[in-house]
């Protein structure tokens, strides 16, 4: 009776072979952004490259230290090309790490809007209620932009996916926000009698200030699977708008001045928001409450403690 019944050993108890994932190599639209942003730095490149001591600094200037700092936030994805994939608890570090960098700026943020104070500023509203009105349209800018990804499934962002897409794409949304009160600033620290001088330590400052803005949007989309390319050049989109508003804050930097301060409060509040309620939400499902509080406090320090010197260093 043995022999009536087949054998099945070594074929029932053998486990399916492994399944790799072949790593995605880089597409064509990501090569061709890379391409796209080393020509412009070439091409847009003014000549001497820093204004000279006493005269107005060209739009060409004004535009490519605009340019540069929005290259600079690019460079926080690198630090991550050694640790590319993570396993879920360490994704969950990575959200709690950005969302302490992201509530660090949006406290920076709200804080300059509220002690903004140049002469020629002409608003009739203190400059702390343009940063409060700007906030809370920022929280529902933010809200009426969640219902609307909501009905998009399918959205994919950078390889990404469902949930992932979608949070992404906000985060994108407020650091891009983010930058174009930057690029206002880069543009009107143009302006006036040193402009030259307080122009390129301003730019160099934020670009300073941009890396950890990159890093912070790496960490959120490298670990879903994102490459390092696309992740660079997401991080890159993010500050496209400080070369863009540079110039004409430069050109009418009168025109800009008055509404600074709700651009800030804006960025701060849609960013605050993203930070608590989508990062650190994520961080404690993977990473547990106690290790998430204590990674993003120790990150918001740091942030912070590091915008405060850049910030000292802009006024002296």
Same mark, same amino acid.
């Given at each position: 009776?043995?022999?009536?019944?087949?054998?099945?050993?070594?074929?029932?108890?053998?486990?399916?072979?492994?399944?790799?994932?072949?790593?995605?190599?880089?597409?064509?639209?990501?090569?061709?952004?890379?391409?796209?942003?080393?020509?412009?730095?070439?091409?847009?490149?003014?000549?001497?490259?820093?204004?000279?001591?006493?005269?107005?600094?060209?739009?060409?200037?004004?535009?490519?230290?605009?340019?540069?700092?929005?290259?600079?936030?690019?460079?926080?994805?690198?630090?991550?090309?050694?640790?590319?994939?993570?396993?879920?608890?360490?994704?969950?570090?990575?959200?709690?790490?950005?969302?302490?960098?992201?509530?660090?700026?949006?406290?920076?943020?709200?804080?300059?809007?509220?002690?903004?104070?140049?002469?020629?500023?002409?608003?009739?509203?203190?400059?702390?209620?343009?940063?409060?009105?700007?906030?809370?349209?920022?929280?529902?800018?933010?809200?009426?932009?969640?219902?609307?990804?909501?009905?998009?499934?399918?959205?994919?962002?950078? +390889? /990404? !996916?469902? &949930?992932?897409?979608?949070? @992404?794409?906000?985060?994108? %949304?407020?650091?891009?926000?983010?930058?174009?009160? $930057?690029?206002?600033?880069?543009?009107?620290?143009?302006?006036?009698?040193?402009?030259?001088?307080?122009?390129?330590?301003?730019?160099?400052?934020?670009?300073?200030?941009?890396?950890?803005?990159?890093?912070?949007?790496?960490?959120?989309?490298?670990?879903?699977?994102?490459?390092?390319?696309?992740?660079?050049?997401?991080?890159?989109?993010?500050?496209?708008?400080?070369?863009?508003?540079?110039?004409?804050?430069?050109?009418?930097?009168?025109?800009?001045?008055?509404?600074?301060?709700? +651009? /800030? !409060?804006? &960025?701060?509040?849609?960013? @605050?928001?993203?930070?608590? %309620?989508?990062?650190?939400?994520?961080?404690?499902? $993977?990473?547990?409450?106690?290790?998430?509080?204590?990674?993003?406090?120790?990150?918001?320090?740091?942030?912070?403690?590091?915008?405060?010197?850049?910030?000292?260093?802009?006024?002296?």
């Amino acid at each position: 009776m043995s022999d009536a019944t087949p054998k099945t050993e070594g074929t029932a108890a053998s486990p399916p072979p492994p399944t790799t994932t072949k790593a995605r190599g880089p597409s064509v639209t990501v090569i061709g952004g890379i391409v796209a942003l080393a020509v412009i730095t070439y091409v847009t490149m003014p000549i001497p490259l820093q204004p000279l001591r006493g005269e107005e600094p060209s739009m060409q200037h004004v535009f490519y230290y605009g340019w540069l700092t929005a290259i600079s936030t690019g460079l926080g994805v690198f630090p991550l090309i050694f640790v590319p994939n993570l396993a879920p608890y360490w994704v969950g570090i990575s959200n709690a790490i950005a969302a302490g960098m992201m509530v660090a700026a949006s406290y920076s943020l709200i804080t300059e809007g509220c002690t903004f104070d140049d002469p020629h500023d002409t608003s009739n509203l203190a400059s702390n209620i343009r940063t409060g009105i700007g906030a809370v349209v920022g929280l529902l800018f933010i809200l009426v932009t969640e219902k609307f990804l909501a009905k998009y499934e399918d959205l994919t962002v950078g +390889g /990404l !996916g469902g &949930a992932d897409a979608k949070r @992404a794409l906000l985060i994108f %949304f407020v650091m891009t926000l983010h930058s174009f009160s $930057e690029g206002v600033g880069i543009g009107v620290s143009f302006g006036g009698a040193h402009g030259s001088e307080l122009g390129v330590f301003i730019s160099a400052s934020l670009a300073v200030h941009n890396i950890p803005e990159g890093l912070a949007m790496a960490v959120t989309l490298l670990p879903k699977g994102t490459t390092i390319l696309e992740a660079f050049l997401w991080a890159v989109l993010t500050s496209m708008p400080q070369p863009l508003m540079a110039v004409p804050a430069y050109e009418f930097v009168h025109h800009f001045i008055p509404v600074l301060p709700a +651009g /800030l !409060g804006f &960025a701060g509040g849609a960013m @605050a928001w993203v930070a608590v %309620f989508e990062l650190l939400k994520e961080a404690i499902e $993977e990473a547990g409450m106690l290790t998430t509080a204590v990674t993003s406090s120790l990150s918001l320090f740091c942030m912070h403690h590091v915008q405060e010197l850049i910030d000292v260093g802009a006024r002296s």
